[in-house]
Structure formats: structure tokens, C-alpha cells
Nanobody, 113 residues
Framework: QVQLVESGGGLVQAGGSLRLSCVVS????????MAWYRQAPGKQRDMVATINKWGVTNYADSVKGRFTISRDNANNTVFLQMSSLKPEDTAVYYC???????WGQGTQVTVSS
């Protein structure tokens, strides 16, 4: 049984930082392409960052230079470090196994101006 559990969301002021965590069970993170997506109210779900099995990362243009995706192989966890947060970063953030049906339940990030 594959499970992805996100945590770390919350309310933060513009310019602040948050670190999201995604604890994964049932698959080995380092053997899979992992990703963070986000969905704002009334908008589609968009890719934020990906990390493939070789550790190569990719980011949406809107977060480049501000967000960093990483993984902890020992703890089978994927992280999203978010800095210089903006109100437009407000969304529910989801962790997933790329190109699969495996998604977490999401964690809310709210950035106040």
C-alpha cells in the first residue's frame, strides 16, 4: 500500500519561509520520480518542482530561485523548502509519484500580504 503524507503547511507572511515534508511508504523514493504540485482556489493543479531518480531537479518558472526540492533517502521523505514566499504562492500543496495515481492528501499554504 502506497501512502504519501504531507505536512508543514501553514500561514506565513510574505517574504517568509516554510518547509513542506512528504513522508512516503510503500515505495522507495530514490527509485522514483517525485514531485510537488499546487492548486489554488478556482485554478488547475500545477507542477511546482520535480526530482527524478537520479536527483535531477526541475522547477516551475514562478518558483525558480525561491523553492528547493530535495529528498532524504534514509527516511524515504521528500521536502519542499520555500523561501521569499508571495501571496500568489497560496495554494494546497500536494506531493506525488510522477506519472502515477499516488498522491498525498495535500497541505494548505497561505501567504498573507
Amino acid at each position: 500500500q502506497v501512502q504519501l503524507v504531507e505536512s508543514g503547511g501553514g500561514l506565513v507572511q510574505a517574504g517568509g519561509s516554510l518547509r513542506l515534508s512528504c513522508v512516503v511508504s510503500g515505495i522507495i523514493v530514490r527509485n522514483n520520480d517525485m514531485a510537488w504540485y499546487r492548486q489554488a482556489p478556482g485554478k488547475q493543479r500545477d507542477m511546482v518542482a520535480t526530482i527524478n531518480k537520479w536527483g535531477v531537479t526541475n522547477y516551475a518558472d514562478s518558483v525558480k530561485g525561491r523553492f528547493t526540492i530535495s529528498r532524504d533517502n534514509a527516511n524515504n521523505t521528500v521536502f519542499l523548502q520555500m523561501s521569499s514566499l508571495k501571496p500568489e504562492d497560496t495554494a494546497v500543496y500536494y506531493c506525488c509519484v510522477q506519472n502515477s495515481r499516488y498522491w498525498g492528501q495535500g497541505t494548505q499554504v497561505t501567504v498573507s500580504s
